[in-house]
């Protein structure tokens, strides 16, 4: 039994050196990056374009849409949604 216990602690290790070794960590799998999303794609496609020849909004547009978003943000939040923030309402 002796000798039979031997043998199997020194061929324990001899078995183990044959075994094939991961390549990478403890795992034979690699880790493979994800694609970039479409979305990321297009808005980089976007800023590597440049600055417009042309704005899409009139200047005024675009200027009456900021009065606009700056006065909501003037106004008390009511404590109800169905009260109205507006005073003349």
Known sequence: MRTTLMWLLLLAPISVLGQERPEHGLSNSVVVFE????????????????APEKSELSVQSYVDSQERISETFRRAIPDKLTESSREND
């Open 35 to 50: 694609s970039v999303p479409e979305t990321r794609q297009r808005l980089d496609r976007q800023a590597g374009s440049g």
